[in-house]
């Protein structure tokens, strides 16, 4: 786990954070593409989904090279609002060149357990069995108890350690049933983003990197880099 502390940027609105972050996202999946031939990136829901409908159009790469994963997902149907890869599909497909199968997604036909078990193995195809995946770049959200992923305030999946890949059946918040990444893998990322936008961010954001309260987004601390993009309005409360 890194020491460092996390970069923080904040531009002036949303238009401005959908810019930057599509520009972090194009420089790193070039740079995965030129050394590695393929840039492996994880999503997460909420706004994220907005932002990156908006701003991935305007890169200019290798977009077959792409290969989206999850950071964490809802066991419903993909034809639910509450499915993260359903969104995605009807946000990207046919926006930016890519299909359906550069989408690495969980079967949500199984329960969460199973799920959680099949997508390690989905994982396992990208990456080295014997050792932690390492994403290039992990796109962050928080919620507003301070979670990320599926990676809950006091909840026991905090204090895993050793799989990938973990099942939740009793989330707080709804659905209840779920996969996510786990700590050991977000913290293993090359880099980790979080993009917030919004006065509705603003104390959040401020419990987490200013008065460095012990909530799960604040644990992302990864070997890489970890970047903060905010709009003036979400880092309102932080010290200029």
Known sequence: MSSEAPT???VKD???????LASV??????????????????????????FLEKGLPDIKTDWSKWRFFFCDERIVPEESSDSTYGAYKTALIGKVPIT????ISVNTDLTAEAAAKDYIQKLAVF?????????????LGVGPDGHTCSLFPNHNLLEET??????ITNSPKPPPARITLTFPVLNNAECCVFAMAGAG??????????DKENLPAGRVQ????CLWILDEAAGAYLKK
Request: proline share 5%.
């Open 100 to 103: 359906e199968d550069q989408f």
């Open 8 to 10: 923080i940027v904040v």
């Open 25 to 50: 996202i194009e420089e790193a999946a070039n740079k995965s593409i030129e050394e590695e031939e393929i840039f492996k990136i994880g999503l997460s829901g909420g706004s994220l989904i907005k």
């Open 222 to 225: 990864p070997e890489g880099t």
């Open 162 to 167: 050793t799989v990938w890949v973990a099942p």
């Open 201 to 210: 961010k603003a104390d959040m954001v401020k419990r987490i990197l200013a």
């Open 14 to 20: 949303e238009g401005e954070l959908v810019a930057k």
């Open 127 to 139: 990456f080295s069995p014997d050792c932690l995946p390492k994403f290039h770049m992990l796109l």
